[in-house]
Antibody
């Protein structure tokens, strides 16, 4: 059974830093890309960042580029999100998601087939 | 950052068929597959449909998806009270080099 367990959320002041972790189990972690998706209170889903299975390729939403860093430790089956220079608008539940990528009839597929329960990040003074 | 366009709300009575639309552009829906996620109140999102119209194991065949050009739609037949949730479409965007989500549609079962 696939399980994803996020941790590291909490209250942080504007300009501060936080590191989120996502412990994965139930699948071959290094074979899959992983992503972070967030949801501000009462708002919709926003993709934040993604990393390839071996960690060689990373992707970021424009809203976090230069401030957030995604990484993974395949020996520990763990995904990370280092968040620096945090802003009030970064307040959200952060979900990690197992990600399936590839091609289907010449179209690129990139979807989140399993999600964690989320961890709340609150940026406030 | 741009989003895929969904109606903010939809509704139907038990047993009815409802559809939710998702409009994008050539750089996302027009060239890549569309996925749908269901988020029940107070829970994490769950994959509902992937690659335009594929159902993960466990998803009832009441849920179906289609795509044409730069638009996609989710259809729910035989509507049930437990289908009351938020529904999001999503697709990879070649220009942004990332995933775009729709704004979400809140489905109410009357």
């Amino acid at each position: 059974e696939v399980q994803l367990l996020e941790s590291g959320g909490g209250l942080v002041q504007p300009g501060g830093s936080l590191r989120l972790s996502c412990a994965a189990s139930g699948f071959t972690f290094s074979s899959y890309a992983m992503s972070w998706v967030r949801q501000a209170p009462g708002k919709g889903l926003e993709w934040v960042s993604a990393i390839s299975g071996r960690g060689g390729s990373t992707y970021y939403a424009d809203s976090v580029k230069g401030r957030f860093t995604i990484s993974r430790d395949n020996s520990k089956n763990t995904l990370y999100l280092q968040m620096d220079s945090l802003r009030a608008e970064d307040t959200a539940i952060y979900y990690c998601a197992k990600t399936t990528t590839g091609y289907s009839s010449n179209q690129y597929k990139y979807y989140f087939d399993y999600w964690g329960q989320g961890t709340l990040v609150t940026v406030s003074s | 950052q741009s989003v895929l366009t969904q109606p903010p709300s939809a509704s139907g009575t038990p047993g009815q068929r409802v559809t939710i639309s998702c409009s994008g552009s050539s750089s996302n829906i027009g060239s890549n597959t569309v996925d749908w996620y269901q988020q029940l109140p107070g829970t994490a999102p769950k994959l509902l449909l992937y690659s335009n119209n594929q159902r993960p194991s466990g998803v009832p065949d009441r849920f179906s998806g289609s795509k044409s050009g730069t638009s996609a739609s989710l259809a729910i037949s035989g509507l049930q009270s437990e289908d009351e949730a938020d529904y999001y479409c999503a697709a990879w965007d070649d220009s942004l080099n990332g995933v775009l989500f729709g704004g979400g549609t809140k489905l109410t079962v009357l």
